[in-house]
């Protein structure tokens, strides 16, 4: 099925652990991004990537790691993870930055720190 | 600060009503994003909306960009509308979210 996979759904880490959260998408898009979803506080852009090779900062970008090498897959990386970073995580791709054809999101990664 | 808000924060409404959700935001954009959040978590792409007004079935989306404003409307409201509607604005590279407007349709 065409879209944007996330793996995993779920996910109990302990404080300074480090994990990736995969992002994959099948439809060729060129712009994909990470968010993360609080309570009260909407959704935040952390990463975004325009294409192959080229990533940039969101919103809310520190203690997080994101590299772009295929057009498929966007990971992103906690690198020592803190009770602060339990969310639920989305990514979402368009085939332009703009969203002109609309984004496409994955079904969430809800993550604990614990 | 938000640079985007929502009114209001829930919304309950019998089935068939006429629906209004508002969104308001204070930076300059090139687009403006309505989503869809089901209760299991998914989210869904509404509308892109640059300018004027856009319509897909029982939903019309209108954007003010002199008032930096957008309603999204729902006509002959149904239980399955039962949604987080959020607003969203791209400005520049960055997205800013409102947080959300929970929609109960009652039958």
């Known amino acids: 099925n065409a879209g944007v996979t996330q793996t995993p759904k779920f996910q109990v880490l302990k404080t300074g652990q480090s994990m990736t959260l995969q992002c994959a998408q099948d439809?060729?898009?060129?712009?994909m991004s990470w968010y993360r979803q609080d309570p009260g506080m909407g959704l935040r852009l952390i990463h975004y990537s325009v294409g192959a090779g080229i990533t940039d900062q969101g919103e809310v970008p520190n203690g997080y790691n994101v590299s772009r090498s295929t057009t498929e897959d966007f990971p992103l990386r906690l690198l020592s993870a803190a009770p602060s970073q339990t969310s639920v995580y989305f990514c979402a791709s368009s085939l332009g930055a703009s969203g002109g054809y609309g984004y496409t999101f994955g079904s969430g990664t809800r993550l604990t720190v614990v | 600060k938000n640079e985007v808000e929502q009114s209001p924060q829930n919304l309950t409404a019998q089935e068939g009503e006429f629906i209004t959700i508002n969104c308001s935001y204070s930076v300059g954009i090139s687009a403006l994003h309505w989503l869809q959040q089901h209760p299991g978590g998914g989210i869904v792409s509404l509308f892109m909306l640059s300018s004027g007004k856009k319509k897909h079935g029982r939903l019309i989306a209108t954007i003010n960009i002199q008032e930096k404003h957008s309603s999204l409307h729902i006509t002959a409201s149904h239980p399955r509308d039962s949604a987080v509607y959020i607003c969203a604005v791209r400005s520049g590279n960055q997205f800013y979210f409102g947080t959300g407007t929970s929609l109960t349709v009652i039958p």
């Open positions: 439809m060729n898009h060129e712009y």
